[in-house]
């Protein structure tokens, strides 16, 4: 007796029809990034804004402190006062790159926004 159970229909795209496209994509994207990357002229400095203060984003802004010389911590927001305010605290320890303004600190949820 033949198999009466159908074949299935592949719909969409094929594994390597993907593989190809991303593949296209990826070395698209590289590539103008990186023609982007030589022609730009800047201060060198990498400002970095901290949104969510907590142990978790106080932590990455030291890591980010620590990655690069250039690196400047330039604005601070959370939901809590109290949060901002200690990784405010902690941040100062790192000098002017980790000094920031009372103009630049954000409380609220609309710090968020």
Same mark, same amino acid.
């Given at each position: 007796?033949?198999?009466?159970?159908?074949?299935?229909?592949?719909?969409?795209?094929?594994?390597? !029809?993907?593989?190809?496209?991303?593949?296209?994509?990826?070395?698209?994207?590289?590539?103008?990034?990186a023609a982007g990357a030589v022609?730009?002229?800047?201060?060198? &400095?990498?400002?970095?804004?901290?949104?969510?203060?907590?142990?978790?984003?106080?932590?990455?802004?030291?890591? &980010?402190?620590?990655?690069?010389?250039?690196?400047?911590?330039?604005?601070?927001?959370?939901?809590?006062?109290?949060?901002?305010?200690? &990784?405010? !605290?902690?941040?100062?320890?790192?000098? !002017?790159? &980790?000094?920031?303004?009372? !103009?630049?600190?954000?409380?609220?949820?609309?710090?968020?926004?």
């Amino acid at each position: 007796m033949p198999d009466s159970t159908p074949t299935p229909v592949r719909a969409g795209v094929t594994r390597r !029809e993907f593989v190809k496209t991303t593949a296209l994509v990826a070395g698209a994207s590289t590539s103008l990034f990186a023609a982007g990357a030589v022609h730009a002229a800047g201060s060198g &400095a990498v400002r970095v804004g901290l949104i969510g203060c907590g142990g978790r984003g106080t932590g990455a802004a030291f890591n &980010a402190l620590e990655a690069s010389p250039d690196v400047q911590i330039v604005a601070l927001a959370d939901v809590f006062r109290d949060r901002l305010d200690d &990784a405010r !605290e902690k941040l100062a320890t790192q000098g !002017e790159r &980790a000094a920031v303004r009372d !103009e630049r600190c954000f409380v609220g949820f609309d710090a968020y926004a």
